[in-house]
């Protein structure tokens, strides 16, 4: 083995692993923040609000994540809306992620017992501290476990960036790698990179879990 040539190459690694941090955690926390009310509107009573989360869940969910990409990169310049190589694929990797993180997220919510909404409801308490300070809290820990599993895979589906031209840590590594004729020590490295930053998003998991849990402030 020869890591000479990650040596010689850390700078152009470096720059492409904070390339995927800064796209992966965009991703996440977006999608996130976008799947929570689409959840919350989901099981609304307005109903043209509830078609649309459904619509918008189904859309996402059946459409391949590059497809998403390229249209966020290649097909919106189309109707006038141009977005460079990074925003575009957050973008199109935001808008997968977040209809998969709805379903969880909605199945959480659901899962505590409707006497929780009644009593709450009771007390005069309005809609948005009901699900903050009563349903949050208790649902947290049914939507972690599978929110966080999905959330591990947009981690690693944002190598697909490497599309449409963002140097990110695969598609450099894949460069590295056709130069130097060394894909061992690359992929071990790129490995080793994103064991690493699945190991921070599970350690995040266990402190929102903490954080929000019952018997949180």
């Not at 189904?58 to 460079?84: K, N, V």
């Not at 017992?113 to 009771?122: D, G, I, M, N, V």
């Amino acid at each position: 083995m020869d890591w000479s040539v990650i040596t010689g190459n850390a700078g152009l690694l470096g720059r492409a692993f904070l390339t995927t941090l800064w796209v992966a955690g965009a991703t996440i926390l977006l999608s996130v923040l976008l799947a929570f009310p689409l959840a919350v509107m989901r099981d609304g009573r307005i109903r043209a609000l509830r078609w649309t989360a459904a619509v918008f869940s189904w859309a996402m969910r059946a459409t391949p994540a590059l497809t998403l990409l390229f249209l966020s990169y290649y097909g919106l310049p189309q109707i006038g809306i141009y977005l460079d190589a990074v925003p575009a694929a957050i973008a199109g990797l935001t808008f997968s992620a977040a209809g998969y993180n709805m379903e969880y997220i909605r199945a959480g919510l659901r899962a505590v017992p409707a006497t929780q909404y009644e009593a709450a409801r009771a007390l005069g308490m309005p809609g948005w501290m009901i699900l903050r300070r009563v349903i949050v809290p208790q649902a947290i820990r049914t939507i972690m476990p599978p929110l966080t599993s999905n959330l591990t895979l947009v981690l690693k589906g944002s190598s697909l960036a490497g599309m449409v031209a963002v140097t990110e840590l695969t598609g450099a590594g894949m460069a590295l790698i056709s130069e130097t004729y060394r894909p061992f020590e690359v992929l071990i490295v790129i490995a080793l990179a994103y064991l690493g930053l699945n190991g921070l998003l599970i350690r995040l998991q266990k402190l929102v879990e903490r954080r929000l849990g019952p018997g949180a402030a």
